[in-house]
C-alpha cells in the first residue's frame, strides 16, 4: 500500500512547496507504516479525489513523510464535487497534518484541527407499507402503515485506532400521529420511541478490526440476522477475512411471544473476494433459555449459512445465498429450517448522483427458524415468494425506493400476503 500511495503523490506534487518555511515539528518525519493515513488516503485515490493512483513512479517502499502526506491532503482540499464520506475523510485528514498545511499555505486553524474528534450522520426516512392478507382467496386482513424515522449515527475518534460509534433513532407513527388510542383495543399507544440502538468501540489496524459494546453481526446480515448484539468481534485477514462474534441476543428477536431476557449467541464467519466474485460462508448458535416456538423442543439454534455474489459487469449481479437450521416446526406445509435467496440486480442509486437508479428481481424463500431477522422489506419472515423492486436518486442525498412482493405463508400455503413498500429517505 506504501509504494501505491507513493505512486499517488505524483499529481500531488503540483501543489508545490519549494519555498516553505517549516513549523517546529519535523515535516520530514515518516508516517509510520500502520498509521490510518494511508488507508484514508488509498480511499481517496481509489474515488479519485486524488489523482495518478495505481502509476508506479517512485522506487522502492519508502515511508510517505509527512510533508508529503499533506501535500496530497491539500490536493485533496481542492476538490469540491466529493462525496459527504470523502469530505469527512478530507477534514480528518486535514485535522492531522494541519502543521504542514500551514506551511503549504492552507490554513486549519485550531478549531478546524479538534472539531474533527467527533462527526455526525444520519438520515430522515419514511416508510409505507400496504399489506394484503387472503385466506383461500378471500382478503382477511389489510394493514398500512406511515412510520417516521430519524436517524443519527455519531463517530468520535479516539486515537489513531480506535474510534467510537452509535446509533440514535427516533420512530414515530405518522398514521396516528404518535400516542395515541388504539381504535381496535382502546389501549393506550406509545407510538414516539426514542432508542439508542447501537453503541461500540471499535479499533482499526491493518488486517484487523476489533469491536466491543452493541453492534451487528457481520456473519450474515442479510438472510440470517440483521439485529444488534452485545458482546465483541474481531475479524483478521485481507482478501480473506474471517470473523469471530460471541455475545447476547435478546429473545424477542426470534419470537415477539418470548419473555424481555438475552440469550448466548455465538458466530463464525468466512468471506473471500475473487474480483468479479465475492464469497461468504457462516456458522451461527443461538442458546434460548425457553423453548422458542410453541410446537418444537428445541431451546437451541445452529444455523450454516452460505452466500455468493457475482458481476457480470459494472451494471448487472447475481447474488445466491442459502441457510440451513438444525430444527423445523411440526406440521408446516413447507420447512422453515432452511431460506435461500436469487437475487438479479441492474445498476443501483447511488447517494451523492442525481439520476441515479437501480432495479431487482428476486426469489426469496425465508423459513422461519433460519432466518430470524432478515433485511428484506418486501417478503416477510416465513413466507415464500417473488420481489421485484427499484431504487432512483432525485435529488443528491435524496433517494427513493418501491418494493413489492407476492408471497405464500410456508406454515400454511392458504394464506397469502402481497406487500407494497415505498420509502423516501433524505440523507445529510
Known amino acids: 500500500m506504501k509504494k501505491t500511495l507513493v505512486s ?92 504542514e498545511l500551514n506551511n503549504l499555505g492552507v490554513r486549519v486553524s485550531n478549531l478546524e484541527k479538534h472539531s474533527d474528534n467527533v462527526k455526525w450522520n444520519g438520515k430522515l426516512e419514511y416508510t409505507y407499507t400496504n399489506d394484503k392478507y387472503k385466506y383461500n382467496g378471500n382478503t382477511i386482513q389489510k394493514d398500512k402503515d406511515d412510520n417516521l424515522l430519524f436517524r443519527l449515527e455519531p463517530t468520535a475518534t479516539v486515537n489513531d485506532h480506535w474510534d467510537v460509534h452509535a446509533r440514535l433513532d427516533a420512530k414515530t407513527k405518522m398514521q396516528r400521529d404518535g400516542s395515541s388510542i388504539n381504535p381496535t383495543t382502546g389501549e393506550s399507544n406509545d407510538d414516539d420511541t426514542v432508542t439508542l440502538k447501537r453503541a461500540w468501540a471499535q479499533a482499526n489496524y491493518k488486517n484487523f478490526t476489533g469491536k466491543f459494546g452493541k453492534f451487528g453481526s457481520s456473519v450474515n446480515d442479510t438472510i440470517v440476522f440483521d439485529d444488534p448484539f452485545s458482546g ?83 451494471n448487472v449481479a447475481l447474488n445466491v445465498e442459502y441457510a440451513k437450521g ?19 440486480n441492474y445498476k443501483g442509486a447511488q447517494q451523492e448522483n442525481k439520476g441515479t437508479w437501480g432495479a431487482w428481481a428476486a426469489y426469496r424463500y425465508l423459513g422461519s427458524l433460519v432466518a430470524l431477522d432478515p433485511t428484506y422489506d418486501a417478503i416477510n419472515r416465513g413466507y415464500k415468494g417473488w420481489e421485484i423492486g427499484g431504487e432512483y436518486t432525485l435529488a443528491k442525498n435524496i433517494v427513493t425506493t418501491l418494493r413489492y412482493g407476492d408471497t405464500k405463508n410456508l406454515y400454511t400455503n392458504d394464506l397469502k400476503l402481497k406487500k407494497l413498500f415505498g420509502r423516501v429517505e433524505f440523507f445529510f
Open 8 to 99: 499517488a503523490l505524483t499529481t500531488a506534487l503540483v501543489v508545490g512547496a519549494a519555498s516553505t518555511t517549516f513549523a517546529a515539528s519535523n515535516p520530514f518525519s515518516d508516517v509510520p507504516a500502520d498509521h490510518w493515513a494511508y488507508d484514508a488516503v488509498s480511499q481517496l485515490a481509489a474515488d479519485g479525489v486524488i489523482e495518478g493512483y495505481g502509476d508506479s513512479t517512485f522506487q522502492g517502499n519508502k515511508n510517505i513523510t509527512r510533508y508529503e502526506m499533506a501535500q496530497m491532503v491539500a490536493k485533496a482540499m481542492a476538490k469540491s464535487d466529493v462525496s459527504a464520506a470523502d469530505k469527512a475523510m478530507i477534514d480528518k485528514l486535514a485535522a492531522e497534518f494541519s502543521d
Open 232 to 314: 465483541g468481534a474481531v475479524t483478521f485477514g485481507n482478501a480473506l477475512k474471517v470473523t469471530a462474534e460471541v455475545g447476547r441476543v435478546n429473545n424477542k428477536t426470534i419470537n415477539a411471544g418470548l419473555s424481555d431476557k438475552a440469550s448466548n449467541y455465538q458466530g463464525l464467519g468466512l468471506a473471500y473476494d475473487f474480483g468479479k466474485l465475492s464469497t461468504k460462508a457462516g456458522y451461527q448458535h443461538f442458546d434460548w433459555n425457553e423453548k422458542i416456538w410453541s410446537n418444537i423442543s428445541d431451546e437451541d439454534l445452529s444455523i450454516w449459512s452460505v452466500g455468493g455474489k457475482y458481476a457480470f459487469d459494472k
Open 326 to 344: 438444525d430444527t423445523d416446526l411440526a406440521n408446516a406445509e413447507d420447512s422453515e429450517d432452511k431460506a435461500y435467496v436469487f437475487e438479479l
